[in-house]
């Protein structure tokens, strides 16, 4: 179907997403918005991030979208239930693709999650875990220090070797877990070093790419799949600095990412 | 929700698809039927393999099943369509699955399939994953030894690892594949020989894996999971020897199988 994908964070982690699903969907087109003016979400109240992204939803339902990605962890942990019931097109959050990927992955049902502080009290993760599998033990551990190194391209160095090997002291404490859930989309920019301080034994699951692995399925079940060849023109819309964002998106993708606009939310009432 | 799954295969090969289907969602019921009388459907011709089908189908139908996976990538790659636009139940075949994690895995777009002649040759996978990425190269190599020798229960050895090397040679002059799809139900019994003839840098996907966590996804996505503690009451059937199965099962599965039947399929009408 020659509609878009829609895809929504409140800055740039989910490209993180939105490059595993050029990888994964060669000839799938996205209209990515990046709320970064108002990031991070994280230890923002409720109600604020759910009225920030219906805005972001009423602006891309404008652009036609044939899906919906929630690709941050903590706006899918406060809307995900209410835009499933509310939008007539298929929406998947970040969270759900991360928590099948842990189970199918660990063998003793331990199961660690580090996230935003929002996500981790939200306890999103063990709730959708357990809604699978009660048996399921989860250690969730949030590392507010990660966001803003990511948000500052500070990804290696012993600087940041330090911060990632302190803050994730607790949870090798718990040294039982064997997959660990990157519960927020900047986290993979961090993976090796993440990998290295929890050890080679760790199963660490990127939900991004869980993610866009189940966008695929759901675009085939509802037979949504565009049908044959083309170069996607997406488009990519920030509410903060455009020049930042530009420079992000060229340092993580791949190609190039010709169609950066500035876009000013508005606000609004709730389909 | 309340309703079992229901599994099809040919045979006892669909075992690995439902011992996946139980580690991944151990609250969730089975009604398993293999049509053992009848094995192996890789060699039948389209429409005796689609009416073996159906009859397994009405069988599960009359039980009241929730939703149907095809544990047998030949009935999949003969029946899917058919039944995912006839049944008014959630339908999931192997092949998929199977595609789209391979997507995710590789790097260099060079992804090998071994499977029986009947799926080989019907191109399935290839379709699969062509509909996702039209740019992927797929390498398909028919082993028709393997089925017979897990039936037979050679599962290693250095009689076995002569067969699995001598087939996997073709397979393995072409070594420019990452990625290697196991493309039948009964191989993941061969995984580690498999391996080791391919090397460890390919990585080898196990359809079955793959289907219990899709089946985790849609299951998911239409509200269908059952939503509070149990100890399922799984149901096998067979149509051939029933002492056979019940010791099949209970080498394959860490849990002994209690309800295993004897069931004759009836001639029936498609839908």
Request: hydrophobic share 40%.
């Amino acid at each position: 179907m020659d509609r878009p994908i829609g895809v929504i964070d409140s800055g740039v982690g989910g490209m993180t997403v939105a490059r595993e699903l050029m990888r994964q969907l060669p000839n799938e087109e996205l209209i990515y918005v990046g709320d970064t003016l108002r990031c991070p979400y994280g230890p923002r109240p409720k109600e604020e991030v759910i009225e920030y992204t219906w805005q972001m939803v009423h602006f891309l339902l404008k652009k036609q979208i044939k899906m919906l990605v929630i690709a941050c962890n903590t706006a899918t942990a406060f809307t995900l239930q209410e835009l499933k019931a509310t939008l007539d097109i298929p929406v998947l959050g970040v969270i759900q693709p991360g928590a099948r990927a842990a189970i199918k992955g660990t063998d003793n049902l331990q199961i660690g999650v580090i996230g935003t502080e929002g996500t981790i009290k939200s306890k999103a993760y063990a709730d959708a875990l357990h809604q699978i599998n009660p048996f399921i033990n989860v250690s969730g551990l949030a590392c507010p220090a990660f966001v803003p190194m990511v948000e500052q391209g500070v990804l290696d160095g012993p600087e940041a070797h330090k911060v990632v090997r302190e803050t994730l002291e607790p949870l090798k404490q718990n040294s039982s877990i064997d997959t660990l859930i990157l519960g927020c989309t900047h986290y993979p920019l961090l993976e090796n070093m993440i990998q290295q301080v929890m050890g080679e034994d760790i199963t660490v699951i990127c939900s991004g790419d869980e993610t866009a692995r189940e966008v695929s399925v759901i675009l085939e079940y509802y037979q949504l799949l565009y049908q044959s060849n083309r170069l996607p023109n997406h488009h990519f819309y920030t509410t903060g600095d455009k020049q930042l964002f530009e420079k992000i998106a060229n340092d993580w993708f791949d190609t190039p990412i010709l169609n950066i606009h500035s876009l000013q939310l508005e606000v609004t009432q709730q389909l």
